[in-house]
């Protein structure tokens, strides 16, 4: 019989170990892994956003797809457009580091 030992920290930030026989008894886990978000995860998100909206919509309201859908385009184009030309890529990678202070 294997057991599995975890890593995980509480609701106080505080490290604990325990295995899968005692998992169940620690009432709230959260892994100590976190994501950062990026101007360009959000970028990337508004054009799947926008085309995943325009399709939706197109499928459950009486507006035609083929209506919705270019639409919804245009939205992605102007989406793309602001990530290139208004706050576009920079000559130094380390620039893209920053980090979007609105979901952290």
């Known amino acids: 019989?294997?057991?599995?030992?975890?890593?995980?920290?509480?609701s106080?930030?505080?490290?604990?170990?325990?295995?899968?026989?005692?998992?169940?008894?620690?009432?709230t886990l959260r892994p100590t892994v976190s994501y950062t978000w990026q101007y360009y995860d959000l970028v990337l998100l508004g054009i799947a956003a926008s085309l995943a909206g325009g399709v939706a919509l197109g499928a459950f309201t009486a507006l035609s797809s083929t209506t919705t859908v270019p639409v919804a385009?245009?939205?992605?184009?102007?989406?793309m457009a602001h990530g290139l030309f208004v706050n576009g890529p920079v000559d130094a990678p380390s620039d893209l580091t920053d980090e979007v202070d609105t979901l952290n």
């Open 1 to 10: 019989m294997s057991v599995v030992s975890l890593q995980l920290c509480d």
């Open 73 to 79: 385009g245009l939205v992605a184009i102007a989406i």
């Open 12 to 27: 106080d930030g505080e490290t604990t170990r325990s295995n899968a026989a005692t998992l169940s008894s620690v009432r």
